[in-house]
Nanobody
Framework: QVQLVESGGGLVQAGGSLRLSCAAS????????MAWFRQAPGKEREFVAV????????LYGDSVKGRFTISRDNAKNTGHLQMNNLKPEDTAVYYC???????????????WGQGTQVTVSS
């Protein structure tokens, strides 16, 4: 069992930056794939980024490529999502997730945080 808690969300102006954090507890975090998803009102949950357990392989959603960076610190059992050049379209609840499969599909992840709100004003 893995427990995940997101933090770092807030209100930011367009063009600004935020850094989200995901604190993990339970089983060894370093053995799990880590991913970020987001969900805006009235929309389905959208893939944002994923990183494998080693931190050497990453994949990003088309809408965030070049602006967001995923990272992890296995020694501290934490993951991060650095978000730069934010746009109003990025407004959503952001979730971190963990699983054993390196995938962009949300249903394949077994563990989820409670989410943190990111609001980008124009």
């Amino acid at each position: 069992q893995v427990q995940l808690v997101e933090s770092g969300g807030g209100l930011v102006q367009a063009g600004g930056s935020l850094r989200l954090s995901c604190a993990a507890s339970g089983r060894t975090f370093s053995s799990y794939v880590m991913a970020w998803f987001r969900q805006a009102p009235g929309k389905e949950r959208e893939f944002v980024a994923v990183m494998d357990w080693s931190g050497t392989n990453t994949l990003y959603g088309d809408s965030v490529k070049g602006r967001f960076t995923i990272s992890r610190d296995n020694a501290k059992n934490t993951g991060h999502l650095q978000m730069n050049n934010l746009k109003p379209e990025d407004t959503a609840v952001y979730y971190c997730a963990a699983g054993r499969t390196w995938t962009k599909t949300s249903s394949h992840y077994n563990y989820w945080g409670q989410g943190t709100q990111v609001t980008v004003s124009s």
